[in-house]
């Protein structure tokens, strides 16, 4: 679904004794591990020990004869808590969940950009849902009705219906009398074949759930279902190829270096700090240059030099200089005259530590007061990269797209440059082959910045996620990046 607009909400216990867990002999791994009703904590201990100890080097074997390894991933049973996500020509990714009891099968996004979990009813007419699998909570021996009335407005539709509660089922994980909404309308955006998926399974904090429904992973957190209050994306690059999304922990084979933490500065949405956008090796900060400016009169030469070629004789420029000198100048001035003592500006100036990523590079110090430009939000409902439209109108002029529409020559894709967004003290890159949407049936190109003229933050959706493992963690409230290493396979 090619989505151009904001798609947001109405604006996801057994004891072990150590004797039980893991362990090596020599250069061999040992799980004593056992299928159970409640096997949870067995599976996720086992599988985070295995990855562990394959990562020094050392062979797995001596598992249970009916405990399935994944010799490729090196998962141990692969298929607990983990959901396969088919990429839709790189626009959206969904997966399967089951609902009631006999299982009724459905095909949801899952979106951290919304709290709600909904599937088409058997009620509801609209084309939209005669496309798609329909839930009929008749055929349920375990549905109970709750008789809320429920209605979602989203960028780009909306969806009506009411509330019921029943039995879902994830990634092998049995959720019990989970509540959620039956539609009975959808309007056009959901039908076929923009949108492939039958229904929406949330993954942002309850806060945002609309009519206080309790979100499904909210409710695999308190009742234990999950070893850890965490998720983890790896969305994989190429129509109908395979991502992963892992409820209850994160898989340290599938991405590269270490993860780089956030604060979610707000639970409700994924939402931390933005600091800015550079492009290439640029010096300025395209969020701060195009912000109450007529960037259609702004030097392209100017953003395109790199840090040490930036034309200092340029008269927009030395303007822009003068103006930062003065203020400085009456800054300084003011804070003698209040007894400050005067520091040479150099002396506070912060230089960045290096990174031993070539994807990432810190920005600002842990912890640092410098104050955000703006602050973004992590959706994997959306498919594109949205901000506010003189910052997009800027970034489109330097990648030559137009504005409005996306469009975009397909001829000069290799002299385009990374860009890189500082979020939460950290600049992450996202390459042309992120930010470049490229039609695989009419091979022609269009932008994926897209100017949003309603949204309080920027929203970070695939095309920036699917260059990073993401891992969301609800109980400390931060998100962590970092660049992706999972092959790519297809139907």
């Known amino acids: 679904m090619m989505i151009r607009t904001v798609l947001l909400a109405p604006l996801a216990l057994m004891f072990i004794s150590s004797s039980q867990l893991a362990y090596a002999a020599g250069n061999v791994v040992s799980i004593p591990l056992q299928r159970s009703f409640n096997r949870n904590s067995n599976i996720l201990v086992a599988r985070r020990t295995a990855r562990t100890q394959i990562k020094q080097g050392k062979r797995l074997m001596q598992l249970a004869p009916d405990v399935d390894f994944d010799e490729d991933t090196h998962d141990v049973e692969p298929d607990f808590g983990q959901v396969r996500l088919t990429d839709a020509t790189d626009t959206y990714y969904y997966g399967v969940i089951s609902v009631g009891t ?10 951290t950009g919304s709290a709600n979990m909904w599937i088409p009813g058997v009620r509801c007419t609209s084309k939209a849902c005669l496309q798609h699998n329909r839930y009929d909570h008749d055929l349920s021996s375990t549905y109970q009705p709750l008789n809320g009335q429920f209605a979602i407005q989203y960028g780009t539709g909306e969806v009506r219906g009411f509330t019921s509660q029943d039995t879902v089922r994830v990634g092998g994980i049995t959720i019990k009398d989970q509540p959620f909404a039956e539609t009975t309308s959808e309007d056009e955006v959901f039908e076929l074949p923009d949108t ?13 759930s609309s009519g206080g429904l309790v979100p499904p992973m909210t409710k695999m957190i308190e009742e234990t279902l999950v070893d850890e209050p965490v998720f983890a994306f790896a969305l994989s690059q190429g129509h109908r190829s395979f991502g992963e999304l892992l409820l209850g922990g994160y898989n340290e084979l599938h991405y590269k270096g270490e993860l780089r933490w956030m604060r979610v500065t707000r639970a409700k949405y994924w939402q931390v700090t933005m600091e800015g956008i550079w492009y290439g090796d640029g010096k300025f900060n395209l969020l701060s240059l195009s912000k109450d400016r007529d960037v259609s009169k702004i030097p392209l030469d100017l953003i395109t030099a790199s840090s040490t070629e930036a034309p200092l004789t340029d008269t927009w420029h030395q303007e822009k200089a003068d103006a930062a000198a003065e203020k400085a100048r009456k800054k300084a001035r003011r804070k003698a005259k209040e007894g400050d003592s005067e520091m040479d500006m150099d002396t506070k100036r912060r230089h960045p530590p290096t990174d031993s990523s070539p994807k990432i590079k810190k920005l600002l110090p842990t912890g640092s007061d410098a104050s955000p430009e703006t602050s973004a939000i992590m959706d994997t409902g959306t498919s594109f990269l949205l901000g506010d439209p003189s910052s997009i109108q800027l970034i489109s002029r330097i990648i030559g797209a137009d504005f409005r529409t996306g469009d975009m020559s397909c001829a000069h894709l290799n002299e385009l440059k990374s860009f890189w967004i500082s979020l939460g003290g950290f600049k992450f890159e996202i390459a042309p082959e992120h930010y470049v949407y490229r039609d695989p049936v009419k091979q022609t190109c269009s932008s994926a910045w897209v100017p949003s003229y309603d949204s309080p933050f920027w929203v970070l959706g695939d095309s920036f996620l699917r260059a990073y493992y993401a891992v969301f963690d609800m109980k400390d409230k931060k998100v962590g990046l970092a660049p992706i290493n999972m092959p790519l396979r297809h139907f």
């Open 102 to 111: 006999p299982s009724q099968n459905f095909t949801v996004t899952f979106d």
């Open 196 to 208: 492939e998926f039958d229904g929406l399974f949330g993954l942002a904090f309850k806060s945002l």
